[in-house]
C-alpha cells in the first residue's frame, strides 16, 4: 500500500497509517495524539512503526480530517463567483456521521477557514456585480477601444433603479438619422 497523507489546517503533512495521525518530526513521525510516544519512519516508501501507541486509532479524526482536506481542495478549485457558504454547505450537507459532524469546527469558522484558503489561491478575484450598486465602472470601461466617450449615462450606485446608458456619439447621429 502506498503511503497515505493527509494536510494539517496549516497545510502541513500529515502521515495517515493505520488509522493514526503522525506529523513530521525531523527525519521521523510524531503520532499527533497528546502524550503518545508513537513514532514512524519512511523507508523506500515504507511506513514502519518505531513504537507502539497507546490509544486505539481515532477514526472518527481521520475522518474529519479528511473531510477538512475535501472542503479545502474545493474552495481552491472554486470559481470565482461561487459563495462561501456554498462551498461549505456543500461539503458538510453530505457527511452522515453525527459523529464526524459534531468534531468538525462550526460553520462559522468553517466558512473563516475557506475563504481564507480561497484568499490564499486567489487574492484578487473577479467579483461579480450582483446588484445594481455593485457595478463599478472602472475609467477604462468608460470609453471605447478608440478613445470615444461611451458612457453616456450612469444615475449612480444611490439609485435604486441605476441606469446605465452606453453608447459613443456616432452611434447616437445613426440613431437620430433613423426614421423609427
Ligand atoms: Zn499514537
Known amino acids: 500500500m502506498s503511503v497515505q497523507f ?5 497545510g502541513k503533512p500529515l502521515l495517515l497509517h493505520d488509522g493514526s495521525q503522525f506529523r513530521q518530526d525531523r527525519q521521523k513521525w510524531r503520532c499527533l495524539k497528546t ?3 508513537s513514532r514512524a519512519e519512511i523507508r523506500d516508501g515504507v511506513v514502519t512503526l518505531c513504537s507502539d501507541h497507546d490509544h486505539a486509532p481515532d477514526i472518527v479524526a481521520n475522518a474529519v480530517r479528511k473531510n477538512l482536506n475535501e472542503l479545502h481542495e474545493a474552495a481552491r478549485g472554486a470559481s470565482d463567483d461561487s459563495r462561501t457558504s456554498n462551498i461549505v454547505d456543500k461539503v ?3 457527511l452522515t456521521s453525527e459523529a464526524v459532524i459534531g468534531q468538525l469546527p462550526n460553520l462559522r469558522l468553517l466558512r473563516k477557514q475557506v475563504s481564507y484558503t480561497r484568499k490564499k489561491v486567489n487574492p484578487n ?4 456585480a450582483r446588484t445594481l450598486k455593485d457595478i463599478v465602472i472602472t475609467h477604462a470601461e468608460k470609453f471605447t477601444l478608440k478613445g470615444e466617450l461611451f458612457l453616456l449615462h450612469d444615475s449612480g450606485p444611490d439609485d435604486p433603479c441605476r441606469i446605465i446608458v452606453f453608447a459613443t456619439p456616432a452611434n ?3 440613431l437620430r438619422e433613423c426614421p423609427e
Open 6 to 10: 493527509l494536510e494539517s489546517s496549516r
Open 35 to 37: 502524550g503518545c510516544r
Open 92 to 94: 458538510v450537507g453530505l
Open 125 to 128: 478575484p473577479t467579483t461579480v
Open 172 to 174: 447616437l447621429m445613426l
